[in-house]
């Protein structure tokens, strides 16, 4: 069987999707108790991958399929032997090509490195390998993993789940929309400036950006000097977004800054039953909106996410208007120095090279150059600043439990077109301006949630999707899983 060739649906569920609408939690519990077999599952994604897969463009390097099943049916026989690896043992999981593999190649978008082969597995991939999963392949990204839309010149363009013509966003892109059309069931991202957030709120799904230092960076950037970049959990629930950061979370010595703790205490909040109809009853929200008229937004976004906010109030969430206390234009100075510094450390090594450069994007060079005519009187300007936006914040967080804003700042554009030019009449005068709603957050490294907005079927047919961010002070990662969960549960 070659590597693209169809793969037949299971006799119990002849049509692909009816088995794979199914969540990661409830799969997980069909594997084990052996109601449904691991090979069964494998065939079922592999043809929802026919299936849909050339339009969508999400999965990438993918695997063969007789590697794949010989890998599901070996899966299968551990459990005849009463074996059982965790959670995601037979799981059929795609890593972002952002997060090295030792066995699938690692592109990160950019034809630079088209045949990269790392030596060993990001720790994140290891830890779902470790509990059993099975990697079918890649989920596409943008080069470099820079720009919230998922096109490069290695794989091409993902597209939006809903809206085909549409972007998909990113820089998790491929993995939302392939967590969206069903074909995984729960998905590894990374975000720096709004990876894990635009995306999921792009394609209707939710995801996590957890406290920096909780899902461990290994191998990764500079230790010490790089902590704008998280990695974490995506999937159509909340609750198997919980199971996967547990999976994802815990200590590692080789990231002296990553948090205690094992990250078991996300597995209870998964799996705990459905509180009462007002879980939420106490829970101090305040709503950021455009930050005063700040922030450009393109028309229907905001009365999206005041669905959204009407949701949670229903739930027994106070809502209540607020600011950021603190000078947004400052936020995006200081974000733009540090992230200029940063990329220009770790493409430089591709940007001295003539022949390596003539490969980058515009906005890759863009951001080197920027970055170079830095100083470190620039960089340790900007992180002070950063450090008097995280006090402001926490004084934020003695008045609201919760800040909530728009996901994004315009709903998915026009994929052939590389980024938004502008907003509402509002030019963009850098290529990621668009996310400046994304920002406080990263800056902070505060745990933020996206969960989908309420939209109507036209709405969603015609690419008008967004999501609401739900931001916690730092640490409060189960905080905002659990608001986002009682949220997902009234959502169904």
């Known amino acids: 069987m070659s590597e693209t060739a169809s793969v037949r649906p299971s006799a119990a569920y002849p049509e692909p999707e009816e088995l794979l609408r199914h969540d990661a939690l ?34 990438v390097a993918r695997q063969p399929a007789e590697a794949l099943l010989a890998q599901a049916r070996a899966a299968d026989e551990e459990l005849a032997r009463g074996e059982w690896r965790g959670w995601l043992h037979g799981m059929p999981q795609a890593a972002k090509d952002t997060a090295q593999t030792h066995d699938i190649v690692t592109t990160r978008g950019s034809p630079i490195l088209r045949d990269f082969m790392p030596a060993e597995d990001s720790l994140i991939i290891a830890r ?15 080069e470099f993993g820079l720009g919230s839309h998922s096109y490069n010149n290695v794989y091409g363009t993902t597209r939006n789940a809903h809206a085909p013509s549409k972007t998909a966003g990113g820089s998790s892109g491929g993995a939302a929309v392939a967590l969206a059309l069903n074909i995984l069931a729960v998905a590894d991202g990374s975000d720096m400036m709004g990876s894990l957030r635009n995306p999921a709120g792009f394609n209707g799904i939710y995801s996590l950006r957890p406290s920096f230092g909780r899902v461990p960076r290994v191998p990764g950037f500079d230790q010490f000097s790089h902590q704008l970049v998280t990695e974490g959990p995506m999937a159509r629930s909340p609750r198997d977004c919980a199971r996967l950061l547990a999976t994802q979370a815990g200590y590692d010595p080789r990231a002296p800054l990553s948090l205690a703790g094992d990250g078991s205490e996300f597995i209870a909040l998964a799996e705990e039953a459905p509180a009462s109809s007002t879980p939420l009853s106490g829970l101090r929200i305040g709503w950021l909106a455009d930050l005063d008229g700040y922030l450009p937004m393109e028309p229907g976004v905001l009365e999206q996410s005041e669905r959204a906010l009407r949701a949670l109030e229903a739930l027994g969430a106070q809502i209540t208007p607020t ?55 620039d960089f340790i300007a900007a992180s002070q600043t950063r450090c008097e936006w995280t006090l402001a914040a926490l004084r934020r967080f003695e008045q609201f439990d919760l800040l909530a804003s728009p996901t994004a700042q315009v709903f998915p554009f026009d994929a052939e077109h590389h980024w938004p030019r502008e907003i509402a009449g509002h030019p963009m005068d850098t290529y990621h301006r668009w996310m400046e709603v994304v920002v406080p957050a990263a800056l902070g490294g505060f745990p933020t949630a996206n969960v989908p907005t309420p939209r109507s079927d036209a709405e969603l047919a015609a690419g008008r999707i967004s999501g609401l961010q739900l931001m916690g002070p730092p640490r409060a990662d189960a905080a905002v899983l659990a608001a986002a969960i009682a949220y997902g549960d009234a959502q169904g």
């Open 128 to 142: 779902a390998r470790a509990e059993g999963a099975i990697l079918i392949g890649k989920t596409n990204v943008p």
């Open 323 to 377: 600011t950021l206390g603190f000078a947004p234009e400052k936020l995006w100075h200081t974000w733009i120095t540090l992230r200029q510094g940063l990329m220009a450390t770790a493409l430089g090594v591709h940007y001295r090279d003539p022949d390596k450069r003539r490969l980058m994007k515009p906005e890759a060079i863009w951001e080197v150059e920027s970055g170079a005519n830095l100083s470190a009187t």
């Open 26 to 59: 409830s799969l997980s519990r069909k594997i084990r108790a052996r109601e449904i077999g691991c090979e069964e599952l494998m065939r079922a994604t592999l043809a929802r991958v026919d299936e849909v897969n050339a339009q969508a463009n999400a999965i």
